[in-house]
């Protein structure tokens, strides 16, 4: 396995901390691994800019910040126009189409996908759209199981939500596969 420097980037609100929360605690509690997740606030918690770390290993992480990133996650434009100078060459960059007008030549396989728009036609409640992109993360790049996020959602999310966000989770995991189709 490849060691996975994450950053997960959009606006507070969104969830992007909490799923990069939720994929660390799927490798560390259900795959075995290792992971060191950490995060960035904007000014404001809620509309401002929001940035979750996250590093998955087999082995000991010796530093715990990204900074060059071989998997970025942008949610909003303002994260996409920010973020994309730090990525790895050859790296994952993974945005929604609805949010993100990819307008950079960034050296990295750049993935738009429809999942707000997926998750409000299928769900209706756009609360479910940080998990919906981590299906579709783990449909590009399977670093751990679904079943193991599926476990972290159960324990982590409250209850009436949960079925929810297992529907988004497999909604993401969906629109990435119809890519390799």
């Known amino acids: 396995m490849e060691k996975y420097r994450m950053v997960f980037s959009g606006s507070g609100g969104q969830g992007v ?6 994929l660390a605690e799927a490798a ?10 950490s995060q960035s606030y904007g000014a ?11 590093i998955i290993s087999e082995f000991p992480i010796l530093f715990p910040k990204v900074t060059q990133p071989n998997v970025l996650v942008c949610l909003t434009q303002e994260a996409y126009d920010k973020f994309t100078p730090i990525i790895r060459p050859g790296g994952l960059l993974l945005s929604d189409e609805r949010f993100v007008a990819p307008r950079k030549k960034v050296d990295a396989r750049q993935v ?10 299928e769900l ?15 449909g590009l790049i399977g670093v751990v199981r679904m ?3 599926r476990a ?28 390799t189709a």
Do not use: W
């Open 17 to 22: 901390i909490t799923a990069a929360i939720i």
């Open 28 to 37: 560390v509690l259900h795959e075995g691994l290792v992971a060191v997740q």
């Open 44 to 54: 404001e918690a809620r509309g401002g800019a929001t940035r979750g770390d996250l």
């Open 112 to 121: 738009s996908l429809p999942m707000f728009q997926s998750v409000m036609e």
């Open 124 to 138: 209706g409640d756009p609360v479910a759209f940080n998990i919906c992109m981590l299906g579709a993360l783990m």
């Open 147 to 149: 079943e193991s996020i």
């Open 152 to 179: 972290v959602i159960e324990k982590r999310v409250p209850e009436a939500y949960v079925e929810m966000n297992s529907k988004a989770l497999d909604l993401g995991h969906g629109l990435a596969e119809a890519l």
